[in-house]
């Protein structure tokens, strides 16, 4: 088993950054640890019909279940301002506060060189590489995208690789998609955000690059 740290900055989706990670690592594996706080928590309690949604100063107590390129199944344990405490399957719209360290164990994958992937070229959009610093409160770079869509995954990989702080948007709904359209004027995904302001897709951040634009992000 390959230990992987991931780091989640503020407004992280928690189960859609797990799932990005198995994605993109191309293999199967489990949450063996985690400690950080969530502004809102969703979960699906045991016999009810629609999520449990929770909103303030909660701390995440436990997070345990499987993570594959083919889907979640993770359950949640967290302590809310009166230390009460609420549990169920976790579902996406549990939102990072100030920070979220989890340690995934992934499986070897059949035929696969021994070697695992490093952090840097397996940690989805929302993370940061264990030995860069810290990122910043509020990132300067947005991204919203699109699961499945190739050129999210190749912008994705180029701010990882670049270690450039950033918060990523999964809008993989309608309603989602339009709030990013009224934003940057443009239907297509991947759109990026620097300081708020629109800058297009994965040409235009592959164009910034090659003029050495995107430096000063660090």
């Known amino acids: 088993m390959h230990p992987l740290p991931l780091h989640l900055g503020p407004g992280s989706d928690l189960r859609a950054s797990l799932e990005q990670l198995a994605i993109e690592a191309g293999a199967s594996g489990f949450v063996l640890g985690v400690v950080g706080d969530l502004s809102q928590a969703a979960f699906q309690c045991p016999g009810l019909e629609e999520p449990t949604v929770l909103q303030g100063h909660l701390e995440i107590i436990t997070l345990q279940g499987t ?17 009460q405490v609420w549990g169920g399957h976790l579902e996406h719209g549990s939102l990072v506060l100030r920070g979220a360290d989890l340690l995934v164990g992934f499986l070897p994958v059949a035929g696969a060189p021994q070697d695992p992937p490093s952090a840097a070229e397996a940690l989805p959009a929302a993370a940061a590489r264990p030995t860069a610093p810290a990122a910043p409160a509020h990132p300067r770079v947005e991204i919203a995208v699109r699961s499945g869509c190739p050129y999210s995954a190749r912008a994705l990989r180029m701010l990882r690789t ?57």
């Not at 993570?67 to 230390?83: I, N």
């Open 162 to 218: 670049l270690g450039i702080p950033h918060v990523v948007q999964l809008a993989d709904d309608e309603q989602a998609r339009a709030a990013v359209a009224g934003r940057s004027g443009l239907a297509s995904m991947p759109q990026v955000f620097i300081d708020g302001q629109p800058i297009g897709g994965y040409d235009a951040l592959a164009d910034r690059h090659g003029r050495g634009e995107l430096d000063h992000l660090r």
């Open 67 to 83: 993570v594959a390129p083919q889907g979640v199944h993770l359950h949640l344990s967290l302590s809310d301002g009166d230390c």
